[in-house]
T-cell receptor
Framework: RKEVEQDPGPFNVPEGATVAFNCTYS??????FFWYRQDCRKEPKLLMSVYSSGNEDGRFTAQLNRASQYISLLIRDSKLSDSATYLCVVNRGGYNKLIFGAGTRLAVHP | DAMVIQNPRYQVTQFGKPVTLSCSQT?????MYWYQQKSSQAPKLLFHYYDKDFNNEADTPDNFQSRRPNTSFCFLDIRSPGLGDAAMYLC???????????FGPGTRLTVL
């Protein structure tokens, strides 16, 4: 079993739609949680950190449920420019070692 | 302004021919990482340097080596590339006190 699991998608949604991605992690010792965005053939870039209290950044909302070891990302009012792969990332501590999920691909169409 | 630079962006090598990938940073970060990412897969950490201390992941093959001659530069050496080593190789940096990692644009390696 992979340490970080995501639905690979693709999620094909029209502009303006709301879309939610889920992620589960297996190591209960995980300490920090993130969503990264990766465009095709580009490097991953930090989208947002995820906190137990939930956090929002514009159209993006991230939630963490430590008891269920579950992380989510909600994107409201999808834009064409949101089309990318979204990587769920977990830090187990110690030199900031990051464990990446394989990503969920989002395609927003007109 | 580029902060993490990788050269070359595309590298083609022959089966078994040694190859070196380069990473440099202008951020003065303590920690530098090398990841391997195959198509539609998660980036996989190969090793990292905390200053001059080298930390190898347990499942990184011996075929992969690294050098960090100074704070700014880090190299990935693949001694005898196999077809299965074709991938995107990502370099990243971070401050020791921060979880955020900054990635370079990657080097896409093709093995013929």
């Amino acid at each position: 079993r992979k340490e970080v699991e995501q639905d690979p998608g693709p999620f094909n949604v029209p502009e303006g739609a709301t879309v939610a991605f889920n992620c589960t992690y297996s190591n209960s010792a995980s300490q920090s949680f993130f969503w990264y965005r990766q465009d095709c053939r580009k490097e991953p870039k930090l989208l947002m950190s995820v906190y137990s209290s939930g956090n929002e950044d514009g159209r993006f909302t991230a939630q963490l449920n430590r008891a269920s070891q579950y992380i989510s990302l909600l994107i409201r009012d999808s834009k064409l420019s949101d089309s990318a792969t979204y990587l769920c990332v977990v830090n187990r501590g110690g030199y900031n070692k990051l464990i990446f999920g394989a990503g969920t691909r989002l395609a927003v169409h007109p | 302004d580029a902060m993490v630079i990788q050269n070359p962006r595309y590298q083609v090598t022959q089966f078994g021919k040694p190859v070196t990938l380069s990473c440099s940073q202008t951020l003065n970060h303590n920690v530098m990482y090398w990841y391997q990412q195959k198509s539609s897969q998660a980036p996989k950490l190969l090793f990292h340097y905390y200053d001059k201390d080298f930390n190898n992941e347990a499942d990184t093959p011996d075929n992969f080596q690294s050098r960090r001659p100074n704070t700014s530069f880090c190299f990935l050496d693949i001694r005898s590339p196999g077809l299965g080593d074709a991938a995107m190789y990502l370099c990243a940096t971070s401050r020791a006190s921060s979880v955020e990692q900054f990635f370079g644009p990657g080097t896409r390696l093709t093995v013929l």
